[in-house]
């Protein structure tokens, strides 16, 4: 099978926490990171990990911010990234997520505490000197000012090519790889020309595969312009494989073949980027048909596993959706897969992830079969003491997480996991429910005293072994806490 070209870590500066140094963790996309400081130590250590483990690409939103010296941090981080040869590719839009400077101006009138003047090529800089082209909402009005719902009318042609000059920049002035572009996916324009063009629209969602066209053509002309070998990964917020029932409103779900055909219009080298989610994992409802129509030659597709969009938060045991994803994209010969790398290797569930999608994709222990069993009798058991072992410290993760989630854990997120399926007990979840917080402090005790036992009889294991295990103990030592004072659940 092929060996996907692409392989992306997808990530938000906010919530990139490699640098364990700085214990500040933030979750989310909008806002001051105050974790900015750490920008260059958390996407170096990413850089690191993801050349010795074969990812190609990292996809940054919130690439440039004002403050922490955002911009001479993006072009070290450039130029560090090519030497190691991992493309940094950040996210930009024409018409949300604040364009291509992502930090927005006009802070305080939105109940910000910082001010860092303006920039040109910030989106909300534009709009504010240009309030006529703006998007409105259904009513006509103005959609409000802030940092995530800001957005510019995609009928407006000074939009775009206000977006072109800005794109021009960036490449100019940081010598990039390449971009993830976006429209936005958090709401549409309701203007007459945009009403217009969208008046056969048979599916309701918040975004607009009209707007993708001209936004991901102009993206396309100006990045080949200035670096022909330049990636352009186009989001389409969308899957291309098929409901099983019935075609479904909302993002994330299966894209018409009708609106996948107006993707054709694209430049061939457009990189379109798909959602899994869907179709991985024991909720999925949508299928792969032997044959998957897509308008172009390239595409990358990704699941939020192992992110903030899990149940069970960014330290999610992904890997069986991980492999799904990888194994189903090389079975259809897709040539690019992405997951989230926000999280460190030093979180187990996370180092399990990223050795997954490396060996999936043909790049790690040799694995022709792609056999998921092969994977973790031979990669990830050697790595918790022995045989066995990698199962039996998921077990033991996973039923602390659910009996410290509740019924949280029956939530189905973008990542759509059933927790229990990764344990010994498929009714676990419906059980903890059930149990009122004394039993289920007595449960967590249990597995801690296990885990301890488990440390204690690996006297002769490496360091990087029993470290594995005393994550373990004090995520359990955490859950029991958590439960026994009915603290926030969240991660």
Known sequence: MNI?????????????????????????????????????????????????????????????????????????????????????????SAFSYGGVFYDPTEQVAWGI?????????????????????????????????????????????E??????????????????????VEVGDYSVCHCPLCEERRKNRKIKRDYSVEDMVNTYRAALEVSKAKKPDAWVICETYSGFTYPKDRQVDGN?????????????????DAILQWAADKAVGGYATE???????????????????????????????????????????????????????????????????????EEACGLGRDNPELSIEKFYSDSLDPLY????????????????RILMLGERAKEMPLSRQPLANLTDDPDFTEKAIGYDDGQKIALLEEHFNQVHEILCSLKAASVETKGRWIWL??????????????????N
């Open 4 to 92: 996907p070209q692409y392989r992306i870590l997808w990530t938000w500066d906010l919530g990139s926490n490699w640098d364990i140094s700085i214990g500040s963790k933030i979750r989310g996309s909008s806002g001051k990171n105050f974790r900015r400081e750490a920008f260059l130590n958390d996407y170096k250590r990413m850089v690191d990990f993801a050349s010795r483990h074969h990812f190609n690409g990292i996809v940054i939103w919130g690439a440039l911010r004002a403050h922490n010296d955002g911009v001479a941090q993006l072009k070290e981080l450039v130029k560090y990234g090519r030497e190691k040869g991992v493309r940094i590719l950040p996210g930009v």
């Open 113 to 157: 505490d910082r001010q860092f003047g303006s920039h040109p090529y910030s989106l909300n800089t534009w709009l504010t000197k240009h309030p006529e082209y703006v998007s409105v909402d259904e009513n006509g009005k103005p959609y409000p000012f802030g940092p995530m719902n800001i957005l510019a009318c995609p009928s407006r042609p």
């Open 159 to 180: 939009n775009l090519e206000w977006f072109r000059e800005a794109l021009s920049w960036l490449y100019d002035e940081f010598d990039i790889d390449g971009i993830q």
């Open 252 to 268: 994330w779900q299966s894209m018409p073949v009708e609106d996948r055909k107006l993707l054709s219009d694209l430049p061939e």
């Open 287 to 357: 299928y792969w048909a032997e044959e998957i129509y897509t308008p172009m030659a390239n595409n990358i597709l990704r699941v939020h596993a192992g992110s903030q969009y899990a149940t069970n938060g960014p330290a999610d045991w992904g890997v069986e959706l991980i492999w799904q994803l990888v194994a189903e994209a090389r079975r259809h010969h897709v040539n690019g897969v992405s997951i989230f790398g926000e999280e460190s290797f030093l979180a187990p569930p996370n180092e399990a992830n990223y050795l997954a999608f």
């Open 385 to 400: 003491g022995g045989p066995g072992m990698a199962e039996t410290w998921r077990n033991l993760y996973i039923k602390g």
């Open 473 to 490: 103990e004090n995520d359990l030592r955490n859950m029991i806490y958590l439960v026994s004072t009915k603290s926030d659940h969240s």
